[in-house]
């Protein structure tokens, strides 16, 4: 089997369509990028108290704008989704457009959006139960996303007669990119997953270095491969996905510089890297033109 590099990008939910979003997920196409994501979040960091849409009307448009160009989330979790609203959502996304959508998903965090729906005596979840949420979240939403009718009673989540006809376009559901580091969400990945995604280890951001970066997520694929093992899967059946901006260095300075990134990440058994959509005066400001040139010369470099 011949593996290859794919290169995608994460456009924030922060554009009013008529002004700029259009032509932005036109543009990502055009540049030939694998596939086009969005943050599935109420509010984020930096961009709280500015323009943040939701990921579920945005893709949707995006859908209709676009032919060719795979749409997705990185990622859902279930600090504010519910299975079965969320599996509606998705089978209408995935038949608007015309079979292109792949779900990234994972178990959520602390902070920004996450105590939103919260009450005011209400305390976050720890890192334990959002794992739990999570154990329960995805095995119920793949068969959300299978079956025309599902019952199931669950201690989080429950659906009684939850019927989705006809169906995703995909069959026999549309792919999940499960995001995960610890042993449970690699578990999910193994049994649920047709990719895994990562950001690094988030430990090393502000103060390790890109060998240290390398050797964490080498250790990440190996403990997807153990995960894989106990599920009876060959860990090559999942696509790997890094998510760029969250590892030391600053691999898009330049178009060399990415080169030698998107390689090392390549040898490790990398299948698709992520890079941000340049936002200026922020965490992703990056020159126009660097960031194009990656977008249509990197991969080429790379074969």
Same mark, same amino acid.
Request: aromatic share 10%.
């Given at each position: ?9 994460? =456009?924030?939910? =922060? ?23 969005t943050y599935d979040h109420l509010a984020w960091r930096t961009f709280r ?10 893709? $949707? ?5 676009? %032919? ?26 995935? @038949?608007?457009?015309?079979?292109? =959508? ?9 902070? /920004? ?9 209400? %305390? ?9 949420? /999570? ?45 995960? $580091? ?51 899967? @060959?860990?090559? %059946? ?7 901006? /969250? ?12 080169? @030698? /990134? ?18 200026? @005066? ?9 960031f194009e040139q990656i977008a249509t010369e990197a991969l080429a470099q790379?074969?």
């Amino acid at each position: 089997m011949v593996v290859t590099m794919r290169l995608s990008t994460v =456009i924030l939910p =922060i554009y009013r369509w008529h002004d700029e979003g259009r032509e932005v997920w036109r543009r990502a196409e055009e540049l030939g990028f694998h596939a086009a994501y969005t943050y599935d979040h109420l509010a984020w960091r930096t961009f709280r108290d500015g323009p943040w849409f939701g990921a579920v009307p945005t893709l $949707t448009a995006a859908a209709a704008a676009t %032919e060719r160009l795979r749409l997705g989330t990185l990622v859902t979790s279930p600090n504010f989704r519910h299975p079965v609203t969320l599996a509606k959502d998705l089978i209408t996304l995935d @038949d608007v457009s015309g079979g292109r =959508i792949t779900l990234g998903i994972g178990a959520g965090g602390n902070g /920004f959006d996450a105590t939103t729906l919260l009450r005011a005596d209400e %305390e976050p979840w720890a890192p334990r139960e959002r794992a739990d949420h /999570f154990e329960e979240f995805v095995p119920l939403l793949d068969r959300l996303l299978r079956e025309p009718s599902v019952t199931q009673e669950g201690r989080f989540y429950s659906a009684n007669e939850a019927r989705n006809i006809p169906g995703c376009v995909q069959r026999p559901r549309l792919p999940f990119a499960v995001a995960a $580091t610890g042993p449970r969400g690699l578990r999910l990945a193994a049994r649920h997953g047709q990719a895994w995604v990562t950001t690094g280890d988030p430990k090393l951001y502000e103060s390790g270095t890109p060998e240290q970066s390398v050797a964490a997520l080498r250790g990440q694929i190996t403990r997807l491969g153990a995960a894989c093992q106990e599920a009876g899967r @060959d860990v090559a %059946e999942l696509d790997k996905i890094l998510l760029t901006g /969250f590892t030391p260095g600053r691999p898009l300075q330049s178009l060399d510089a990415f080169v @030698d /990134f998107a390689g090392r990440h390549f040898d490790l058994g990398f299948t698709e890297i992520v890079v941000h959509w340049p936002v200026p @005066d922020s965490d992703f400001a990056l020159p126009p033109e660097v960031f194009e040139q990656i977008a249509t010369e990197a991969l080429a470099q790379l074969r």
